[in-house]
Antibody
Framework: EVQLQQSGPEVGRPGSSVKISCKASGYTFTDYVMNWVKQSPGQGLEWIGWIDPEYGSTDYAEKFKKKATLTADTSSNTAYIQLSSLTSEDTATYFC?????????WGQGVMVTVSS | DIQMTQSPASLSASPEEIVTITCQASQDIGNWLAWYQQKPGKSPQLLIYSATSLADGIPSRFSGSRSGTQYSLKISRLQVEDTGIYYCLQRYSNPWTFGGGTKLELK
């Protein structure tokens, strides 16, 4: 069974960074790119980008190129997203997800709160 | 960026009714369109992929269609468990973009 287990909620100070994880199991980690999606409180969904764990290649939405850094560790089957220079606009739930043409698997989401 | 204009923003319907949600793409996206349902506090769940194909385990009362750059999700014989927020997603080009969402409530 494919599972994407994300780390726990984070609180970050304005201007700081946070790094959240997504541990994959139940499939070969390098078989699928990992996507990241943002959902601001009470708002819709925004695609941040993806990382190919096999090659480390990435693709970002322009809006998130200076905000998010995607990495992956094939030794632990874990994908990461680091959010930098936090502002109140970054307060949101962040999902990791395998999104293919025919099927999806999503993590449970991680709430990031930016607060001083 | 490709804009996905989703309507209506909210919808209230009775059990057993038929409802339709639409997404208008700002340019051609072919069949690179998926529909999702999201319940409060949960991750989105894939309902329809490639505009018209039903995802595994999804009841057949859900169906998708396409007319040019307009995409529709139809729910026939609405059930209580169909409440939630529905989103479309285009994966034709970077950045992938979601519609604004449709909140479906049952009367």
């Amino acid at each position: 069974e494919v599972q994407l287990q994300q780390s726990g909620p984070e609180v970050g100070r304005p201007g700081s960074s946070v790094k959240i994880s997504c541990k994959a199991s139940g499939y070969t980690f390098t078989d699928y790119v990992m996507n990241w999606v943002k959902q601001s409180p009470g708002q819709g969904l925004e695609w941040i980008g993806w990382i190919d764990p096999e090659y480390g290649s990435t693709d970002y939405a322009e809006k998130f190129k200076k905000k998010a850094t995607l990495t992956a560790d094939t030794s632990s089957n874990t994908a990461y997203i680091q959010l930098s220079s936090l502002t109140s606009e970054d307060t949101a739930t962040y999902f990791c997800a395998i999104i293919t043409t025919r099927f999806d698997y999503w993590g449970q989401g991680v709430m990031v709160t930016v607060s001083s | 960026d490709i804009q996905m204009t989703q309507s209506p923003a909210s919808l209230s319907a009775s059990p057993e009714e038929i409802v339709t949600i639409t997404c208008q793409a700002s340019q051609d996206i072919g069949n690179w369109l998926a529909w999702y349902q999201q319940k409060p506090g949960k991750s989105p769940q894939l309902l329809i992929y490639s505009a018209t194909s039903l995802a595994d385990g999804i009841p057949s009362r859900f169906s998708g269609s396409r007319s040019g750059t307009q995409y529709s999700l139809k729910i026939s014989r609405l059930q209580v468990e169909d409440t939630g927020i529905y989103y479309c997603l285009q994966r034709y080009s970077n950045p992938w973009t979601f519609g604004g969402g449709t909140k479906l409530e049952l009367k």
